[in-house]
């Protein structure tokens, strides 16, 4: 017998996907802040919103621009995945570059080499648009 996934709507999926990102990002960081502490916690906390702010636009963009498409051919997808890696990629530079300077508007020398060493997951996350958008236009969430 197939272990076959419930038959829910998309809009149930989405919700179902966006519920269960926010319960995880919150179990982490409930298990981090009493680990850290509140200024290592506070530092850390302050990359990942850069962080997720340009995986949250770069993901979103791409993703759009490949569903509103109305015959997606391999160039499309092709096209759209190196460009949206290109622009993390430039992102992740142009970050990590202005990090001594960000580590002083904090006063925080740590900050410096937090981006530093979280600066490639926008590049990583990129990566997921793709297949993502492909999921969404056949609406297999």
């Known amino acids: 017998m197939a272990f076959g996934l419930p038959s829910l709507s998309p809009t149930a999926w989405i ?3 966006s519920l269960t990102q926010q319960v995880l990002w919150l179990i982490l960081f409930a298990i981090l802040a009493p680990i850290l502490g509140p200024r290592p916690y506070g530092v850390f ?9 340009s995986e949250f636009i770069l993901i979103e963009g791409s993703v759009e621009a490949l569903v509103t498409v109305d015959k997606l ?3 499309h997808t092709t096209t759209a995945n190196l460009a949206s890696c290109g622009i993390a990629l430039t992102f992740a530079l142009v970050i990590s570059a202005f990090a001594p300077v960000i580590g002083l508007l904090f006063h925080d020398e740590e900050i410096k080499r ?3 060493t979280l600066a490639p997951l926008p590049v990583l996350s990129s990566l997921s648009s793709t297949p993502i958008a492909i999921m969404r236009r056949s609406l297999k969430y």
């Open 15 to 17: 919700t179902v996907e």
């Open 45 to 53: 906390s302050i990359v990942m919103v850069f962080v997720g702010f």
């Open 73 to 75: 051919d391999y160039l």
């Open 114 to 116: 937090i981006i530093w």
